[in-house]
């Protein structure tokens, strides 16, 4: 997951003491698991915890040869903020030895202490949600797509928002570009997440997007996978059918932590977000991130897709769940069953 989800704390209070701890920020830990792997793991025995595995890349042949020799689940728990790069590695050494879980930052239901559960719209579903969730007012909507899903902005300590994200930010572009991308400009590749982050709930326009960061379309292409690879973008792919012929092939961005999107494009405070231009974008890309936290946070794979014919007609997300589709509209309306007439437009042809 990207950083400041919780990894390391979430992994750490599951351990309760009983795991090594080793990070590879320590300059030292990480040297010696370059250059002397298999010293490394007689050093730091199993079970163990290591932190931002993707720095030590090298590590994962002699983890692979510790897991077959001695079989036991659960004696390595890695963590990374490189998925681009470190499920590459991943994939090569640990092919079928290893379990993903993706994490993000807080969902709705876990700031309001409701019930887990991955979110399928069947009626007994959502008679028993209607029951248990509190309907936020607007105001209160809008405060918490600003504030966003990161931990530190959401727990009890005052935590100042600007500052948060401007080194958050800071980070990202100083340490994860660089892993992650050969960037020699940090101003435009920043410039690019700025206009990236303007995209945010919509059909993803490559040429567009490159004219607004000045750099070529390809580039635009390969740097919004390095988004996507490092946790801060999803990648909304269209909803495929047989029946259906007349659907775009393009995704959709969404930003996973709306605060950070906001941060970008100097949204100041919730009641300017909400009045804004932006504010179905930012409430669609909230909702859309929710229903994929639901999933994942259950160790699912999120069934999510969206249709879009060359009308412009569109059906904002598209459940594909054991076989039945929900369509889902997602608007910032008073009046919001009149959206959905346009489910319409997926009846087979």
Not at 74 to 79: P, R, V, Y
């Amino acid at each position: 997951g990207p950083r400041q989800v919780g990894k390391t704390t979430l992994l750490r209070r599951l351990a309760e003491g009983n795991r090594t701890y080793v990070t590879m920020d320590d300059i030292n830990v990480r040297s010696l698991a370059m250059t002397e792997p298999g010293l490394f793991l007689q050093r730091y025995k199993p079970p163990l915890l290591i932190d931002e595995i993707q720095m030590a890349p090298k590590l994962l042949p002699y983890i692979k040869m510790y897991v077959d020799e001695h079989g036991n689940n659960g004696d390595f728990w890695l963590t990374g903020s490189h998925a681009f790069d470190l499920m590459e590695n991943v994939t090569e050494s640990l092919a079928g030895r290893i379990a993903i879980v993706h994490l993000l930052g807080f969902s709705h239901a876990e700031v309001a202490g409701l019930g887990a559960g991955a979110f399928v719209p069947e009626e007994k579903f959502l008679l028993q949600r209607a029951q248990e969730a509190e309907i936020l007012p607007m105001r209160d909507l809008f405060e918490q797509i600003w504030r966003g899903s990161m931990p530190a902005l959401n727990n009890a300590s005052e935590q100042d928002w600007n500052n948060y994200y401007s080194s958050y930010v800071q980070t990202f572009l100083q340490r994860d570009v660089r892993a992650l991308t050969q960037v020699n400009d940090e101003l435009q590749f920043y410039r690019f997440l700025c206009a990236a982050a303007s995209y945010t709930g919509s059909m993803i326009n490559y040429a567009a997007l490159a004219k607004e960061a000045e750099i070529t379309a390809p580039t635009a292409k390969q740097w919004l996978k390095v988004l996507a690879a490092a946790g801060l973008v999803y990648l909304l792919e269209p909803f495929m059918h047989p029946n259906l012929k007349y659907g775009v092939k393009a995704p959709k961005v969404y930003f996973t932590d709306t605060g950070l999107a906001a941060y970008l494009l100097r949204w100041s405070n919730a009641e300017i977000l909400e009045a804004g231009a932006m504010s179905s974008s930012f409430l669609e890309t909230w909702a859309v991130m929710e229903i994929y936290k639901s999933f994942s946070n259950c160790g699912q794979i999120p069934p999510l897709g969206y249709y879009r014919d060359f009308n412009s007609r569109e059906v904002e997300l598209v459940l594909n769940v054991d076989g039945s589709i929900h369509p889902l509209a997602i608007r910032k309306s008073s009046s919001p069953v009149k959206e959905t007439k346009k489910f319409d437009i997926l009846r087979p042809v």
